[in-house]
């Protein structure tokens, strides 16, 4: 007898057992085993999380976690294919080792994303190289840099030697991604021509300064390093010593990275083409339709996003019609666009000064704001907000405004970036929601609150579904206007405007990628349609080239938010409390929108019950 056939007859006998049991102590087994296996799920969740982490230093370091801070993540082709057998090991042992059955309902929603999840990576392991490692948005020259500067904290010796070690580093991670370019560019996914001028700039800047050359400013990572050292309690030998190998680091780490990478730019500069869509990609059309499917979490072909572009720009203008018409203006909707981009009343002063009031005033902003909140929200995070603007080094290529969650440990506090490059593209009548959105009630209520919650894995409290994500950013700045913010009608067509350029986004993302459009044509049809600047216009154009798909998640993810909200204030009706409404939405971190649907329908169904 095979100890196979033994264990199925020691199953069937205890089977056998359960059944003759009565149904009090049934259903107590029952429990037990429901806790049993909803246990032993959770703490492989946790065992993977933990394993994912140890494996990449930098996610530690947006974490609070010093562990590895010495060191870079691997981004080779070997630490690409081990991931995927690891995946593949995962989603068999999740199939053929837990008891989907004996789940509880929490469990069992972390079973169904972790399983979606890895199916997911599986599944787009054979688009891996369907990206731009370096691209004016987010590339590695940019990001690289700022991570040191943002996330890298230096509260001891230790932290500053780990900082050096990142410094000389920084060759072998450069290595990698000249590996990763040259793989991609053999692979037919090439940068486009415009994106070369942008990144090379980007990486000079990194390299310009002292030590650098013999000019009298200290380059960006100098600055910052030494900066950070001077603030330690240490002796002045000390810190100068500290300072004098964060020199050689960057001489001898940073700038033969730089260097390489670019040579290596410039190289494939002179090959580079001015095709900008997927389209142009080896199966292109299968991977932007992937893509779309990943990013709305949604089944939406990019024909229809399209058409519901077009469709949310023409309700949009028909309410900016009566906005100019109830603050007078004489003219066409176009007129009155170029009003705004014009008149210097809606415009800071570009000079430091109108930088320092921006800022003060986005501060305020998020103040105000702040002593409402609890008319929305049950659970508020306890992680701090700041307002910044964002680096010199990175300003120009930079998008307009952004959100960095903070540390988990309270460590580094959330962030809403400003960018002060071009104040004509910072308009004050967009100010209210561009703050509502990257900051309170936007991402830092969402992705703080997330972080903070127990009742979940990690690896739901930091993941992220760009349409959920996104859609609530988007939703944060409608919902202040039923608060009686947007007093100021041009403050309201600023929200109107912001809005207006995320309904674009589906029309010139899905034009571009499935269409053909050009840059020059998708930036046309932003100046044509949107009060924005033309360097608002082109920037964006420029981001959907380089992040296929990504824009077209706030609209989609705003209107399922929306939808979700009336279909609960109609069957609700008196019972309907907004502030339960957002406790569902955000109690559970991140999630696909069909499974927010899902919880949404099953919370109005529970609250018609009590």
């Known amino acids: 007898m095979t100890n196979l056939n033994l264990k199925n007859i020691l199953i069937f006998g205890v089977s056998i057992l359960l059944i003759a049991c009565s149904n009090n102590e049934k259903n107590e087994i029952s429990d037990k085993v429901i806790t049993f296996e909803s246990q032993k799920a959770n703490d492989f969740f946790e065992t993977q999380y933990q394993e994912d982490l140890n494996s990449k230093p930098e996610d530690q370091t947006y974490l609070g976690i010093k562990k590895d801070a010495d060191k870079w993540n691997d981004y080779s082709d070997v630490f690409a294919a081990k991931e995927l057998k690891h995946c593949k090991q995962s989603l068999q042992w999740l199939k053929d080792s837990i008891n989907t059955d004996a789940l509880d309902s929490a469990t069992k929603l972390s079973y169904d994303l972790y399983k979606s999840k890895l199916e997911n990576q599986i599944s787009d392991y054979k688009y891996r190289l369907y990206n731009y490692p370096v691209n004016q948005m987010h590339g590695m020259q940019a990001e690289v840099p700022a991570f040191l500067i943002n996330m890298h904290q230096i509260t001891d010796v230790k932290d500053a030697e780990n900082y050096i070690a990142r410094l000389n580093g920084m060759k072998p991670l450069f290595d990698q991604l000249v590996i990763n370019l040259k793989n991609r560019q053999d692979a037919g996914i090439m940068i486009p021509k415009f994106v070369f001028f942008k990144v090379i700039e980007d990486s000079r800047n990194v390299i310009t300064g002292a030590p650098f050359d013999k000019s009298n400013r200290n380059s960006t990572l100098l600055e ?14 000390e810190k100068k010593n500290l300072i004098n190998k964060g020199i050689d680091g960057l001489l001898n780490g940073v700038f033969p990275a730089y260097t390489h990478l670019i040579k290596t730019l410039e190289e494939q500069e002179k090959v580079a083409t001015n095709e900008d869509g997927t389209w142009k990609f080896p199966n292109g059309e299968a991977y932007f339709k992937n893509a779309l499917k990943r990013t709305t979490t949604t089944n939406l072909t990019s024909d229809e996003i399209h058409q519901l572009g077009l469709s949310e720009v023409t309700r949009i203008h028909d309410e900016m019609r009566i906005i100019k018409k109830s603050v007078g203006f004489e003219g066409d909707l176009q007129s009155f666009f170029k009003f705004m981009k014009v008149d210097s009343q809606f415009y800071f002063e570009d000079s430091n000064e109108g930088r320092a009031e921006y800022m003060q005033e986005a501060t305020m902003i998020i103040d105000s704001m702040q002593t409402r909140l609890d008319e929305l929200f049950i659970t508020k995070p306890k992680a701090a907000l700041k307002v910044k603007a964002v680096e010199g080094f990175r300003e120009k290529s930079a998008g307009k405004a952004f959100y960095q969650d903070p540390a988990p440990d309270g460590s ?15 308009p004050s009548y967009q100010m209210e929601a561009l703050a509502y959105h990257e900051g309170i009630p936007g991402h830092h209520m969402q992705l703080s609150i997330a972080q903070e919650l127990t009742s979940i894995p990690k690896f739901r409290k930091f993941g992220s579904y760009t349409a959920y994500i996104e859609g609530w950013g988007l939703y944060s700045e409608f919902v202040p206007k039923e608060m009686g913010f947007y007093s100021d009608p041009y403050s309201d067509f600023g929200r109107l405007a912001m809005e207006l350029w995320r309904a674009c986004r589906l029309v010139v993302d899905t034009g571009i990628h499935t269409k053909k459009w050009t840059r020059e044509e998708g930036i046309k049809y932003y100046t044509d349609n949107t009060p924005n600047a033309e360097l608002d216009a082109i920037k964006m154009v420029e981001r959907h080239i380089v992040m296929p798909s990504q824009a077209t998640a706030y609209k989609i993810g705003m209107l399922k938010i929306l939808e979700l909200r009336e279909m609960a204030k109609e069957r609700l009706g008196d019972k309907f409390d907004i502030r339960k409404f957002h406790e569902v939405i955000l109690s559970n971190g991140a999630l696909p929108l069909n499974v927010l649907e899902n919880i949404v329908n099953k919370w109005v169904t529970t609250e018609l019950e009590e």
């Open 412 to 426: 580094r506090p959330g962030t809403y970036y400003a960018n002060m490059y071009d104040m004509a593209s910072m």
């Open 224 to 237: 910052d390093f030494s900066s950070k050292v001077i603030a330690l309690d240490i002796s002045d030998d």
